[in-house]
């Protein structure tokens, strides 16, 4: 059973899929895990956008992160 806490929230779209690797990993290597729900998506055609997805507890300690990033 997927509690509020583990629910995925989308933090970053983009269209550009090295864009949202990029974010991804900064937020790896901050101990953040994340996920690319349709990184695979590229390889069958056209993405209107990516989107980097993470727990939701991890929301706001994110959104800093990507700031900073992003500026």
Known sequence: ???S???LVTVLSS???????IAKSKLQSEG??????DENMA???FVEN????????????AKLIL????E
């Open 1 to 3: 059973m997927e509690t």
């Open 5 to 7: 806490s583990n629910k």
């Open 43 to 45: 390889l069958i055609g």
């Open 50 to 61: 990516y989107r980097l997805q993470i727990r939701s507890f991890d929301v706001m300690r």
């Open 15 to 21: 269209a550009f899929l090295h864009e949202i690797q």
């Open 32 to 37: 953040i895990q994340s996920f690319i729900p």
């Open 67 to 70: 700031n900073s990033i992003l």
